[in-house]
């Protein structure tokens, strides 16, 4: 083997001097019945590898995650040289590549380092313990006295010199199937886990080397536009596939640079020479479709849920509910609604594409390369085998964007003209045709006993989510429109509190929209409703609602965060809208939330532990809210990289704070028309607060994922720092100036204030 600059995997798999952790080929398993994963029945021709030890002493490392944005590539490489006790820059992630990285399904519920990381973290130690033993048969001496240190073996006697890996592997090949079980270093030896670290991927985004998929360019590369169906940013109904009449290609005949028209089904799409001939043609390129009919109303996002056809699924019962609320003092019955969102990529998708005699070459910026391998060899009919997605960083989306869309359309563009393509979707295609962030509807009945103590807690949700499958599929009839939901509406469906007598329930319904995951799924909207509840809750008890939810919290580690928090933050008990402050037209209040993040199917796992404390002032004239200060603590177990984690509360904080302000997609006549920024704003960089972020050091526990965590108090801690100001409760997000304006307005005796001394 030669050094890690010029190894290939060919060398790993067959060549001599290197020592290599690998797994046989598996087909991998079927995600669960309404879950995400990899839909895909191809088995790997070869092993799967995790880690490679060249002759060099460098490390190669391999897992089936890719990086966001988020740092994963520097934590899992502090993993794996902490097991090896190497230096940190002595490995070199290999992340996502379809061909050289194992299928660990996708990057989806902030589990890279939680559970993905685990066998690379086992084959890491693996190597090291094979290693110690070549070096006892080196040294003929007794493994308990030597010791692996800078990609070394060193025996304890200090009279001869250390052996390198490199040394150890000379001559021979050596490949070792991953344990089940191995010897793992313990934490009280961690000397690169835990500590804060530079992430790895910044100097060449700094410096502008070749980084973004959006920059690649190969030789011969021609570019593409597609044009989409005037059925905007659905994806179910008859007319799926089957409304294109006529494309009139003479239309375009007689531009420069055009290359081809391509039509399969109702996919579209045009090549060109340069990318503003491809943009020219797709613009003025005649095309007849047929009359939509059938787009469902969503001028009433609540009404729209609330129609859906349904299939009920009972979570959790326990105690004597129905009794429990007849009896209750207060009776407490409340429904909250999320919007549909964007995942608001700044740069629209990109990819590029390579078909040719060989197979097919995609440049991606996937979030699934596996999974999108599977889609694309649905539709060319390729086997897996001879397509190689290889993942490129893109814009964030933290959730189910455009990405495997414009990868698809740049593969039957690139195989209708025999030469590489790439394709950039537009602003508007990106906003119009992403999968939403799906709505959510959530009823609560409950109350409160004579004591302040609750007296039950029914809760409903409505998820209205799908696979969003890959557009192309739909549109090229390769794969039939059949809208089958998802059962992701079940994510912190169960409330962190003490309620003696529940019930959980969750309503799985169809689509209104294309709809698919974004970061906190329905964890996030589902945690806005139990916060916002039990806020109010405390406030009919006369209780602060820190001490309120410290009472019935079931968790000592969640007490234990909150109660850090609320000292961090200067809490100070009282009573919500006790005696709220006010400077001329604004009023002052400050809210709090917590969650944990629960994932996958019901019940699912927990992620890390979070809390926020917010302080803000709402101007009861124009409605304008500006957040003053903002406190957030989160518990995510061992830290691997704490500079990471902090990068990755900052960044729920942000996007959260623009979720909960200014985030809605907007329809008219069952369309969308949120079509680019001024549609859509986001938060602005002068409009965040000063951050303080709380991280609790518990290096003894698992690490838990930090992906989402952060995010989910973002809302309702906003909501209950509203009502603290204001007297007012706002249960449908965004709280935008004119949502503030018009519940300040309304009488008395609405829902918005009904039981509250609210200011008039």
């Known amino acids: 083997m030669a050094d890690k600059s010029d190894y290939t995997r060919e060398s790993l798999l067959y060549g001599s001097d290197v020592l290599v952790i690998y797994r046989d080929p598996v087909t991998p398993p079927k995600p669960a019945p309404g879950q995400p994963g990899t839909h895909s029945n191809f088995t790997p021709h070869e092993p799967e590898i995790f880690i490679a030890v060249l002759s060099d002493s460098h490390i190669v490392a391999f897992n089936g995650h890719v990086d966001l944005g988020t740092g994963i590539r520097t934590a899992l490489a502090q993993i794996v040289a902490e097991e090896l006790s190497v230096a940190f820059d002595s490995v070199t992630m290999v992340l996502g590549n379809s061909v050289e990285a194992p299928n660990q399904g996708p990057t989806i519920a902030s589990a890279s380092i939680q559970i993905t990381a685990e066998p690379l973290r086992r084959a890491a130690a693996q190597a090291r313990e094979y290693l110690l033993t070549l070096a006892a048969k080196h040294f003929d001496t007794e493994r308990s006295l030597l010791s692996c240190q800078n990609g070394a073996i060193t025996p304890s006697d200090n009279n001869r010199s250390p052996v390198s890996f490199g040394e150890l592997l000379r001559g021979t090949r050596h490949a070792l199937k991953l344990a089940d079980e191995v010897p793992l270093k313990p934490v009280s030896h961690y000397t690169l886990v835990g500590q804060s670290t530079s992430r790895v991927d910044i100097p060449a985004k700094a410096t502008g080397q070749l980084t973004f998929i959006h920059d690649l360019r190969l030789p011969n590369m021609l570019h593409g536009r597609v044009i989409r169906p005037p059925y905007v940013g659905h994806d179910s109904g008859d007319f799926i596939g089957n409304s294109l009449i006529a494309v009139d290609e003479s239309s375009v005949a007689h531009l420069p640079g055009v290359i081809s028209v391509v039509v399969v089904g109702d996919f579209v799409g045009v090549v060109a020479e340069r990318e503003e001939q491809a943009a020219a043609a797709a613009k003025q390129l005649k095309i007849q479709w047929r009359p939509i009919e059938g787009l469902p109303q969503l001028d009433n996002i609540e009404q729209a849920l609330l129609d859906l056809p349904s299939k009920q699924r009972i979570l959790l019962e326990e105690g004597d509910l129905d009794n429990a609320l007849a009896a209750a003092q207060h009776p407490l019955n409340r429904h909250y609604v999320w919007p549909f969102q964007l995942h608001g990529s700044i740069g629209p998708s990109c990819s590029v594409a390579d078909a040719n005699e060989d197979g ?132 912190t469906s169960v409330p962190p509190y003490r309620y003696p007598h529940r019930q959980i329930v969750c309503d799985d319904v169809p689509t209104l929209v294309r709809a698919s ?53 200067n809490w100070k008990p009282c009573t919500a809208n006790a005696n709220p402050s006010s400077d001329g037209e604004w009023r002052y209040g400050r809210g709090f939330a917590y969650a944990q993040y629960v994932h996958s199917k019901f019940p699912g796992f927990g992620a890390a532990l979070a809390a926020w404390v917010i302080e803000l002032k709402v101007n009861v004239k124009s409605g304008r809210v500006i957040v003053e200060n903002l406190y957030v603590g989160q518990d995510a177990g061992l830290m691997v990289n704490p500079a990471g984690v902090r990068h990755q509360v900052h960044g729920n904080v942000i996007q959260m704070l623009s979720r909960t302000l200014k985030e809605r997609v907007t329809f008219e006549d069952g369309l969308p028309t949120s079509r680019e920024w001024g549609g859509y704003p986001i938060l602005r960089f002068s409009e965040l607060p000063p951050i303080d972020v709380m991280l609790l050091d518990r290096p003894e526990l698992p690490p838990l994922g930090v992906g989402e965590s952060a995010s989910l108090p973002g809302a309702p801690a906003i909501a209950n720092a509203l009502f603290d100001a204001t007297g007012v409760r706002f249960t449908h997000p965004p709280f935008t100036p004119d949502t503030i304006r018009d519940a300040l307005k309304a009488p008395f005796d609405s829902p918005w204030r009904r039981r509250f001394n609210a200011p008039s």
């Open 360 to 491: 097919l070459h995609v440049w991606s910026g996937t979030q699934n390369p596996h999974s999108l391998r599977a889609d694309l060899a649905r539709l060319t009919g390729l086997d897996e085998g001879v397509i190689t997605i290889t993942r490129m960083e893109t814009s964030g989306c933290y959730g189910r964007n455009c990405a495997d869309d414009v990868g698809a359309d740049a593969v039957l563009l690139s195989q209708a003209v025999g030469r590489p393509v790439r394709v950039q979707l537009t602003r508007e295609q990106e906003h119009t045709w992403e999968p939403k962030g799906a709505a959510q509807y959530m009823a609560i009945q409950g109350g409160l006993n004579a004591d302040g103590s609750p007296a039950g807690y029914r809760f409903n949700t409505r998820y209205p989510s799908n696979s969003a499958p890959t557009l192309a599929l739909l549109l090229t009839g390769a794969a039939s429109p059949i809208d089958i939901p998802f059962e992701m509406g079940d994510r």
């Open 517 to 569: 995951w974004l970061r906190g799924v329905s964890a996030l909207p589902s945690t806005f409703a139990h916060e916002s509840y039990i806020d109010e809750l405390a406030y009919l008890a006369g209780e602060d609602p820190v001490a309120y939810r410290l009472r019935y919290l079931a968790d000592n580690r969640a007490c234990e965060l909150v109660e850090a928090l609320a000292e961090r933050a």
